[in-house]
């Protein structure tokens, strides 16, 4: 909702809990101590078949007095396997991104555009199976995120991230209903990867779930499928705290 041209407290609350919830599944982090100022901490963790998993969290908001415009400190840890030329290669890896960005919201939805700096470092095994992905590496990272809510009950969310350097990429969009208070229900398909690694996943979501007023709890699980490596299940949780 907008007034006289500005985003109510309210919506600002709003768009804060949705976006956390979509971009903790993309990158994760060591929760950062900030000043007691309006943003969100958010976190989660991943899995998948054959050891593969994720840990994440992070801090997004505004501490800047400048309208529209975020901030992000995101850290990951991750283990993940492909195959390359008959072999199984295992990837150990964490990450780290700080990032400046755009925003704005309406009554039905909100959209959110950063840039910022991504470093990771990967640990490849067997040694010397994938040079390419070893090592530590700097990227500019450039993501988009919204969400529209439509026919009273509906909505699309979607993220889209690129990191120039590595040439990584991750992308996940969901159709979502409302079944009950601010929660969702629904199913999403994601693909990520890199010019050696692609993978692709679907599945079902539930998200939005309330405890008490300013903390957000999301499931989701379904097929993964790895270049090189059979079909495997998937899960997870996310979850957001707005302060």
Same mark, same amino acid.
């Given at each position: 909702?907008k007034?006289?041209?500005?985003? =109510?407290?309210?919506?600002?609350?709003?768009?804060?809990?949705?976006?956390?919830?979509? #971009? +903790?599944?993309?990158?994760?982090?060591a929760? +950062?101590?900030?000043?007691?100022?309006?943003? =969100?901490?958010?976190?989660g963790?991943s899995?998948?078949?054959?050891?593969?998993?994720?840990? /994440?969290?992070?801090?997004?908001?505004n501490?800047?007095?400048?309208?529209?415009? =975020?901030?992000?400190?995101?850290?990951?840890? /991750?283990?993940?396997k492909?195959?390359?030329?008959?072999? =199984?290669?295992?990837?150990n890896? *964490?990450?780290?991104?700080a990032?400046?960005?755009?925003?704005?919201g309406w009554?039905?939805?909100?959209?959110e555009?950063?840039?910022?700096?991504?470093?990771?470092?990967?640990r490849?095994?067997?040694?010397?199976?994938?040079?390419?992905?070893?090592?530590?590496?700097?990227?500019l990272?450039?993501?988009?995120?919204?969400?529209?809510?439509?026919? *009273?009950?509906?909505?699309?969310?979607? #993220?889209?991230?690129?990191?120039?350097?590595?040439?990584?990429?991750?992308?996940r969009?969901?159709?979502? /209903?409302?079944?009950?208070?601010?929660?969702?229900?629904?199913?999403?398909?994601?693909?990520?990867?890199?010019?050696?690694?692609?993978?692709?996943?679907?599945?079902?979501?539930?998200?939005?779930?309330?405890?008490?007023?300013?903390v957000?709890?999301?499931?989701?699980g379904?097929?993964?499928?790895?270049?090189?490596?059979?079909?495997?299940? /998937?899960?997870?949780?996310? #979850?957001s705290?707005?302060?």
């Amino acid at each position: 909702m907008k007034e006289k041209g500005r985003m =109510t407290q309210d919506t600002r609350k709003n768009i804060r809990a949705d976006r956390a919830l979509a #971009i +903790v599944t993309l990158c994760g982090a060591a929760i +950062v101590p900030l000043p007691a100022m309006a943003g =969100t901490l958010f976190g989660g963790a991943s899995f998948a078949g054959g050891g593969e998993r994720s840990e /994440y969290a992070g801090v997004t908001g505004n501490w800047l007095p400048v309208p529209f415009l =975020t901030q992000k400190l995101v850290v990951s840890d /991750y283990h993940y396997k492909y195959g390359s030329n008959g072999t =199984t290669v295992s990837v150990n890896g *964490q990450s780290a991104e700080a990032a400046l960005g755009v925003q704005k919201g309406w009554k039905t939805g909100w959209v959110e555009a950063t840039a910022g700096a991504r470093y990771r470092y990967n640990r490849v095994s067997p040694e010397g199976a994938d040079n390419r992905a070893d090592g530590g590496e700097w990227g500019l990272a450039l993501t988009v995120l919204g969400q529209q809510e439509f026919a *009273q009950h509906w909505a699309v969310n979607g #993220i889209a991230s690129y990191n120039i350097g590595p040439k990584a990429y991750w992308a996940r969009g969901r159709i979502l /209903y409302k079944i009950f208070g601010d929660a969702w229900a629904g199913a999403e398909v994601i693909k990520h990867g890199d010019p050696f690694y692609h993978s692709t996943q679907g599945g079902l979501v539930l998200t939005g779930i309330s405890l008490g007023r300013t903390v957000k709890l999301g499931f989701y699980g379904g097929v993964k499928k790895t270049g090189g490596q059979p079909r495997a299940f /998937y899960g997870g949780l996310e #979850i957001s705290k707005a302060f």
